[in-house]
């Protein structure tokens, strides 16, 4: 498993709660001025604010480690996962199951 994933796994158990009538899902920023993805953990409870927590930035900038991230990241928790930053050609080549 890469370490990215590694980490990203064990910040998503510390705050996965399973709560009753609250959203959770994955948001991945493409930085293209730091040259690196950001993974942020948004938390949304019924009748109050949305919450992101930052969980890891993955330096090596190219989409097949990207997409090797996002794989093992699923493989454990299926949440939603939005992207931000990226081409539609790039979200689907990343959401593709190849």
Known sequence: MNA????????????FKKIPNTYYAI?????RFDDCYNFFFIVHKKN????????RR???YDLESLKEV????????????????FTTEQIRWLQSPK
Do not use: C, M
């Open 4 to 15: 990215d994933a590694r980490v990203i796994l064990q910040r998503i158990q510390r705050y």
């Open 27 to 31: 948001n991945i920023v493409d930085d």
């Open 48 to 55: 109050s604010r949305p919450h992101s927590i930052p969980l």
């Open 58 to 60: 993955v330096t090596p």
């Open 70 to 85: 996002v794989r093992e990241v699923r493989k454990v928790y299926q949440l939603t996962i939005k992207y931000t930053g």
